[in-house]
């Protein structure tokens, strides 16, 4: 197997690092292997990838979807991010509690978020690129969202001593109170 699954604070999210293969002309790795992802217990079907590029201190998120959720599998392919998942299952025992990890492309190391999180991130580089791949298509009327500072989820965003650059709409999202806690 030429990957590591680390699980996460919260169950159905973890830090994953491949194996990185390098020498005098670069480096080679596998970012995702169908296979050694069902050997890890992680069985997904992927319909859709994503890719952003991003100038530091911007926040993406925290983004869901409410009746399509989707997994996603992140990774920082240019720069260096702080990604966070937040708890949004029904009936979790880990409710509202959040996970970060930081993600480089220098490191090469992922993060897979099962469905059922509110998931953002803030750029820590002078630029990123950040690809992911999702287990469900995006539908623009099945979004929903967390504004990324609520202070009852309580994520310790990392202080680059500038303030943050959000789009208008994730300006305007709701509390976590606002989330459907069935």
């Known amino acids: 197997m030429s990957f590591t699954f680390q699980p996460c604070s919260i169950s159905g999210i973890y830090e994953i690092q491949p194996g990185v293969f390098g020498d005098s002309r670069g480096y080679f790795f596998e970012s995702w292997s169908e296979r050694d992802f069902t050997a890890a217990g992680l069985a997904m079907r992927f319909v859709q990838d994503n890719q952003s590029r991003s100038a530091k201190g911007v926040i993406r998120g925290l983004h869901f979807q409410k009746t399509h959720p989707q997994g996603k599998l992140v990774r920082a392919i240019e720069g260096e991010i702080f990604d966070a998942a937040v708890d949004i299952r029904p009936g979790s025992p880990t409710w509202g509690k959040w996970h970060g990890v930081t993600l480089s492309a220098e490191k090469q190391n992922q993060f897979y978020i099962s469905e059922g999180f509110a998931h ?12 992911y791949k999702c287990t469900d298509f995006y539908y623009p009327d099945d979004e929903g969202g967390i504004i990324w ?16 650059i959000l789009s208008d709409k994730d300006k305007k999202l709701p509390g976590f109170d606002a989330v459907n806690h069935a």
């Open 120 to 131: 953002g991130f803030l750029v820590l580089s002078e630029t990123a690129v950040f690809a």
């Open 149 to 164: 500072n609520d202070p009852a989820i309580g994520i310790a965003w990392p202080d680059l001593g500038m303030e943050y």
